[in-house]
Nanobody, 121 residues
Framework: QLQAFGGGLVQAGGFLRLSCAAS????????MGWFRQAPGKEREFVAA????????YYVDSVKGRFTISRENAKRTVYLQMNNLKPEDTAVYYC????????????????WGQGTLVTVSS
């Protein structure tokens, strides 16, 4: 089970840190991803991290602004979002899949409930 939290309302240029807590004891065996879905749009990939934390992946639009990280001892993955833009407004979801991160949402087995991020201009 995954639970995402940390969303909220922020002005453009601001920052937020999302967290996703896992109940699974084998959390350290799972690659984790963050996806987002804006109103009327498809859910899209944002960032992913391998089980070890060594490898990370980002969609081009967030590179240099967002950072994904994890603490396996706390069974938690984070998404630090800096310099937020109105186009980052969406519901953000965390997801898990075995071992490696992936750009493809269909490859993830488990999903959290989502947390809303709203960026005002």
């Amino acid at each position: 089970q995954l639970q995402a939290f940390g969303g909220g309302l922020v002005q453009a240029g601001g920052f937020l840190r999302l967290s996703c807590a896992a109940s699974e004891r084998t959390f350290g065996n799972y690659g984790m991803g963050w996806f987002r879905q804006a109103p009327g749009k498809e859910r899209e990939f944002v960032a992913a991290i391998s089980a070890s934390g060594i490898s990370t992946y980002y969609v081009d639009s967030v590179k240099g602004r967002f950072t994904i990280s994890r603490e396996n001892a706390k069974r938690t993955v984070y998404l630090q979002m800096n310099n937020l833009k109105p186009e980052d407004t969406a519901v953000y979801y965390c997801a898990a899949r075995p071992y490696s991160g992936s750009y493809f949402k269909s490859s993830y087995d488990y999903w959290g409930q989502g947390t809303l991020v709203t960026v005002s201009s």
